[in-house]
């Protein structure tokens, strides 16, 4: 049996008064997530271990079966295993965000919604004035980018951006971890004080750049600082065909570089999109049709779509609502009545990796709804997806890695 997880970034929500105290799941038209959690089995699933921030790397690292305590190193090792950056012994690899900076408050984490053109021009501006032998920036894909330090401590405390919506921004600028090891050329303290200057010299310096003139200029939101966090060293993945030996081979399909580098530490090969832009606005039919080409060579599909999370970081509700029925009906439903008719079974999982509420604009790592369906699956008595119902399903509460084992059981 093959098998294809479908993940809905932050698609998972808490109950909102203006759609009646219903979750935006409850709420949407998902006529096929509904049909498959009717014909499938359900449960909710603990994404986010004890001690661990409730990020995508966090969540999406546990649903494809790894123990977080063993592998996590942080985005940062895995945005450069996406870009292709072959991480050597001592460096430190950091995601960078450019983010927009208002009245001292971070105002959004995706620098006024930054295309990836103009962000290549940005970083390589600052790579020709902040860059050294020490300190290297690298272009990824939109506002998420990869800052590399040669011989820097993973031991500081760094503030993701998305979780500080209107906050001010000095008070959350790196810091070194307490009683922090030295385990790299340079110690915690200093790793932070070097990128705390960076985030100040970005600032001076973005600020002066035609880009954000000419933004500034229209009123529109600048790009004007670099906010650097989740860091950490080269990881230690084994792959999923080493875990799973009915998994020969893999691929994965996302437009964020974080789920691609989680994917290469897998073992599983990238599939890149056209259009797959991360936003509401991505290539749903493009992903599914090259979903539903990648189960025909591969036995393992991990398709994953920004979309929900990035509407539920900017607080717009109906947008979020937009992504859900998008996503069911432009690539859940295509995938379903294409893989329908094959004769070798496929499994499909729905779920999202985390919460990303509306009204909190932040990561929530409660518990989030799953559903897996295949033609000759017992069903239970669940009639529609979402975070309510889901609870009442028949493969009840798992945590972190039983989703992946009770999956790839099927």
């Known amino acids: ?13 808490l109950p909102v008064k203006r759609l009646g105290d219903k979750t935006l799941l409850q709420y949407a038209h998902k006529p096929t997530m509904d049909l498959l959690a009717r014909q499938g089995r359900t449960g909710r699933l603990i994404t986010v271990p004890e001690g661990f921030p409730p990020g995508s790397e966090v969540a999406n690292t546990a649903i494809l079966g790894y123990d977080l305590n063993k592998v996590y190193e942080g985005r940062g090792p895995l945005e450069a295993a996406s870009i292709g950056y072959d991480m050597a012994d001592g460096d430190l690899a950091l995601r960078c965000n450019i983010i927009t900076l208002a009245d001292g408050k971070i105002v959004t984490h995706n620098g ?24 290297r920036f690298i272009a990824g894909i939109q506002y998420r980018h990869l800052l590399i330090i040669k011989g820097g401590s993973k031991h500081i405390v760094c503030a993701p951006p998305h979780d500080h919506p209107n906050e001010a921004w000095q008070p959350l600028l790196v810091r070194p971890e307490e009683n922090a090891p030295d385990d790299n050329e340079l110690s915690a ?39 650097p966090w989740s860091g950490g060293y080269r990881p230690s993945m084994a792959t999923l065909m080493q875990q799973y030996p009915q998994v020969k081979s893999g691929a994965v399909i996302s437009a964020v570089d974080l789920i691609q580098g989680i994917g290469r530490y897998a073992g599983l090969h990238i599939v890149k999109v056209e259009g797959a832009t991360g936003l509401a606005d ?27 999370d990035e509407a539920g970081h900017d607080g717009d509700l109906e947008l979020k609502l937009k992504t859900i ?61 979402d975070e309510v119902s889901c609870a009442s399903g028949g493969y009840g509460l798992l945590r972190l890695q039983e989703f992946m084992q009770t999956f790839m059981s099927v």
């Open 1 to 13: 049996m093959k098998h294809i997880i479908i993940l809905g970034d932050g698609m998972a929500d």
């Open 282 to 308: 991505t290539n749903y039919e493009g992903k599914a049709q090259a979903a539903i080409e990648a189960l025909k060579r591969h036995d393992f599909v991990f398709l994953h779509v920004e979309a929900s």
């Open 189 to 227: 303290e200093q790793t932070a004080n070097l990128l705390n200057d960076l985030i100040l010299k970005s600032q001076q310096l973005l600020a002066e750049h035609p880009f954000n003139q000419e933004r500034a200029a229209r009123g529109e939101r600048q790009a004007n600082s670099i906010w």
């Open 112 to 135: 006024g919604n930054l295309q990836t053109a103009d962000a290549r021009v940005l970083i390589d501006y600052l790579n020709q004035h902040l860059g050294s032998e020490r300190v």
């Open 325 to 385: 029925e998008y996503l069911d009906q432009r690539l859940v439903k295509p995938i379903y009545e294409a893989t329908l008719q094959w004769s070798d079974p496929v499994a499909i999982a729905v779920l999202p990796d985390h919460l990303t509420p509306v009204e909190m604009r932040i990561h929530v790592g409660q518990p989030v709804p799953f559903l897996i369906y295949h033609r000759d699956i017992e069903p239970d008595d669940v009639q529609r997806y």
